[in-house]
């Protein structure tokens, strides 16, 4: 089958920066959007940003210009450069992509996710 594994988050003072990762692996025949999302205490899960696997990327409005994702198609890895971070983009971030699997469809996968605080 197919993992997702993300990591990176962690406690970060306001206007610092993280760097996420997330690295999909199993028997996987291509990789289309990739992408991130998160969740706040007591909220539901929102967009954050996706990639597709031509480097065409999208944002929600709050982040665009402080988060960059990018993704390494050899490596099967998608990045979320976190920059200015604001108390506000506390939550759990998850990883998500769309996996074609060898000889089978293509299937949406979730990573189990990485908490990112943001506090003085």
């Known amino acids: 089958q197919v993992q997702l594994v993300d990591s990176g988050g962690g406690l970060v003072q306001p206007g610092g920066s993280l760097r996420l990762s997330c690295t999909a692996s199993?028997?996987?025949?291509?990789?289309?959007?990739m992408g991130w999302y998160r969740q706040a205490p007591g909220k539901q899960r929102d967009f954050v940003a996706t990639?597709?696997?031509?480097?065409?990327?999208n944002y929600v409005g709050s982040v665009k210009g402080r988060f960059t994702i990018s993704r390494d198609n050899a490596k099967n890895t998608v990045f979320l450069q976190m920059n200015s971070l604001k108390p506000e983009d506390t939550a759990v971030y998850y990883c998500?992509?769309?996996?074609?699997?060898?000889?089978?469809?293509?299937?949406?996968?979730w990573g189990q996710g990485t908490q990112v605080t943001v506090s003085s």
């Open positions: 998500n992509a769309d996996i074609k699997l060898r000889g089978a469809n293509t299937y949406n996968y």
């Open positions: 199993g028997s996987i025949s291509n990789i289309y959007n």
């Open positions: 990639i597709t696997s031509g480097g065409i990327t």
